[in-house]
């Protein structure tokens, strides 16, 4: 089971060549399901609206469609998964990461990240 954080889901969806060749080639073997917090969803319209990336035609539209079209389940944020945000150790206090490092957790998922932050949890398993 593989959870993407923010980042390597956006790269895969946008073809982006700074995907890390080992994260494309297990997203694309499809041997194992891959799943993406929705908070990854909110955290892209954020970025977008901040103009970090760009979606077209618009961000909605580029994100309903790419939810469609890419087979990744969409978990929830449940209140598991909130009360894990908060319970479990971090070092930082960013609450996208928090949350997408406690579905990873709430799922016995591998993180498909480079974040360094998170690559630092001793807890989480990554891909």
């Keep these: 089971m593989i959870l993407l954080d923010t980042h ?11 995907l890390a060749e080992h994260n494309r080639q297990q997203i694309e073997l499809n041997a194992s399901p891959v799943y993406l ?6 955290e892209a319209c954020v970025l977008a609206e901040k103009g970090r990336i760009e979606l077209s035609p618009s961000a909605a539209v580029f994100l309903r469609k790419a ?4 087979p990744f ?3 929830p ?3 598991e998964i909130a009360i894990l945000s908060r319970e479990l150790p971090f070092d930082h206090q960013d609450p996208a990461d928090r949350l ?7 799922l016995n998922a591998r993180l498909a990240t480079q974040d360094k932050l998170l690559r630092k949890l001793a807890w989480l398993h990554f891909l």
């Design 8 to 18: 390597v889901w956006l790269q895969f969806i946008l073809g982006d060549n700074n």
């Design 73 to 75: 389940q969409v978990i």
């Design 100 to 106: 997408i490092a406690a579905t990873a957790q709430a």
């Design 77 to 79: 944020v449940t209140h």
């Design 67 to 70: 939810i469609g079209t890419f």
């Design 37 to 42: 917090s929705a908070i990854s969803v909110w």
